[in-house]
C-alpha cells in the first residue's frame, strides 16, 4: 500500500502545517538512516553458547574505551569502545548486554545476537538489574519488542518502548515550562483549550487513563519469566519516581480532594 503525504486539508484549499513535512516517507527515511549495520571487520561477537556465569565477575577494563595501535578501526570498534566507556568498572555481562542492543537495533546483525540477549535476560536477569542503570534497562525492555521469542514479550517490548519513549518526551517538554518534575501544575491555572484529536479532558476524580495504561502492561508482563523481572522492575522504579506526569496527577487529585473537603 502507498503512503500518501497529506499535502492539503478536506477542502483542498490550503497546504496543511505538518510536523513531519514528508509524511511517514520521511519518518522512514530518518529512521532507517540509524539502522545501517556495523562493520565487524575480522571481529566477532561470542557464541550463541557462551558461558555468561564467568563474565559476571569479570570487570570491564579502562584500556576496552580505548582503541590502541593496532585496533581494527571499524565501525564496531569505534561504537564498542564509545559504550565501554560507560562499563569500564562494571561486569563484562553488563557490557554484552549493551553490545547486544546495539547490534539488535540495525536492520542486521549477527546472527547470535537474539540468542544471546535472550539468554542474558533468562539466566542472568538478577545480576543485570544489580548492575545496569535505569537507562539500560529501559533499552533492555524496549529491545524486546523487536525480538521476544514470545508473543507475551515482544507485546510488552512494545508497550513499554511506547510508554517510556512518550514519557521521555513529555516530560522533557515540560522541563520548559519553568517547573521541576516533582512540582505539580495548581488547579487554578488550567487553559481553557481543546485537546488534541478530538480526545476528552482528563477527570482528577474518576479518570483511569493512567490505570488503564500501565495495568494492562505489568500484569501481562509477569505471566512471562524471562521480561518479568525486568518489567516489574521498572514499572515499580516508575511508581516511586516523585518526578512523573503519573506522581504530579496523584498531587493535583490530592489538591482537589483536600479543596473539596475544605468546602463542605
Same mark, same amino acid.
Given at each position: ?20 513535512p ?19 571487520g ?39 569502545a ?24 540495525? +536492520?542486521? &546483525?549477527?546472527?547470535?545476537? =537474539?540468542?544471546?540477549?535472550? *539468554? #542474558?535476560?533468562?539466566?542472568?536477569? @538478577?545480576? $543485570?538489574?544489580q ?42 517538554? +515540560?522541563? &520548559?515550562?519553568?517547573?521541576? =518534575?516533582?512540582?505539580?501544575? *495548581? #488547579?487554578?491555572?488550567?487553559v481553557? @483549550?481543546? $485537546? ?40 515499580n522504579?516508575l ?9 504530579r496527577?496523584?498531587?493535583? *487529585? ?11
Amino acid at each position: 500500500m502507498q503512503w500518501q503525504t497529506p499535502r492539503r486539508n478536506l477542502l483542498g484549499m490550503k497546504e496543511i502545517d505538518l510536523t513531519y513535512p514528508d509524511g511517514l516517507t520521511g519518518v522512514l527515511d530518518r529512521f532507517e538512516g540509524r539502522r545501517a549495520p556495523f562493520d565487524f571487520g575480522a571481529e566477532m561477537l561470542p557464541p550463541a553458547d557462551a558461558a555468561l556465569e564467568p563474565l559476571t565477575v569479570q570487570i570491564v577494563a579502562e584500556d576496552a574505551a580505548r582503541l590502541g595501535p593496532g585496533s581494527p578501526n571499524t565501525s564496531w570498534a569505534r561504537k564498542r569502545a564509545r559504550i565501554a566507556e560507560e562499563f569500564v568498572g562494571s561486569t563484562e555481562l553488563a557490557f554484552l548486554n549493551a553490545q547486544l542492543i546495539a547490534n539488535l537495533r540495525k +536492520r542486521d &546483525f549477527p546472527t547470535q545476537c =537474539p540468542t544471546l540477549f535472550q *539468554r #542474558l535476560w533468562a539466566e542472568q536477569s @538478577a545480576h $543485570l538489574l544489580q548492575v545496569l542503570d535505569l537507562r539500560w534497562l529501559v533499552s533492555s525492555v524496549q529491545t524486546f519488542a523487536d525480538h521476544g521469542m514470545t508473543p507475551t514479550q515482544r507485546e510488552v517490548g512494545h508497550a513499554l518502548r511506547m510508554l517510556f519513549g512518550l514519557v521521555k518526551l513529555y516530560e522533557f517538554e +515540560r522541563l &520548559f515550562s519553568g517547573h521541576l =518534575p516533582s512540582d505539580a501544575f *495548581r #488547579l487554578r491555572h488550567k487553559v481553557d @483549550a481543546a $485537546l488534541t484529536m478530538g480526545m476528552e479532558g482528563f477527570s482528577l476524580d474518576s479518570g483511569g487513563p493512567d490505570i488503564n495504561l500501565i495495568a494492562p502492561i505489568w500484569s501481562k508482563a509477569l505471566t512471562d519469566p524471562t521480561i518479568a523481572l525486568l518489567a516489574d522492575h521498572l514499572l515499580n522504579r516508575l511508581n516511586a519516581d516523585p518526578g512523573t506526569v503519573f506522581r504530579r496527577l496523584k498531587l493535583m *487529585r490530592e489538591m482537589r480532594a483536600a479543596r473539596q473537603r475544605a468546602r463542605q
